[in-house]
């Protein structure tokens, strides 16, 4: 499967700007992860883009979420590796461990980015390249600040080797460079 295939799926089935857009987010989290870990951008890429497929059918069903976007993604070329951290940034609700390096990214790169809009919009500029580590930081002890943001997701970074500083700034910095599709 290519990107522009994980795109055109994205669309068919997410109709939510505010989900494609964290999709986008998450693909950006994710290819800077691949980066750093020299693995396949483009692989990463596709999981964070398509890891909420099936959110809007699934949304109040947690049980079901990610099994139905493997359903989905059933029949195309996508490697079991991805399918299979899909299915485990919902760990919890479907009764499963994390266990690759992908699984975690996965986990930790989908839940930041809430943060990080969130903080951006309260921002004076509304603008995610004036978000600063500290900034996030900060947030990420505010139990009232993005209440529904996993703060223990987010920290699984340090699972893969990733000091969290070094994850805040990564995501900053990807979010970043898709400011404009984010439209922050």
Known sequence: MTYDDAL??????????????HCLATQA???????????????WAIAGLLHDLD???TKDVPSEHGKKTVEILDGTDLSPEVKDAILRHNAEALGLERITRLDYALTCAETITGLVVAAALVHPEKKIAAVKVKSIKKRMKSKDFARSVNRDHIRLCEKIDVPLDDFIALSLKAMSDIASELGL
């Open 55 to 57: 959110y809007e059918i």
């Open 29 to 43: 989290i994710m290819r800077e992860l691949a980066r750093r870990f020299q693995e396949d951008e483009e692989t």
């Open 8 to 21: 055109v799926l994205l669309d068919k089935h997410l109709h939510s700007n505010t989900l494609k857009k």
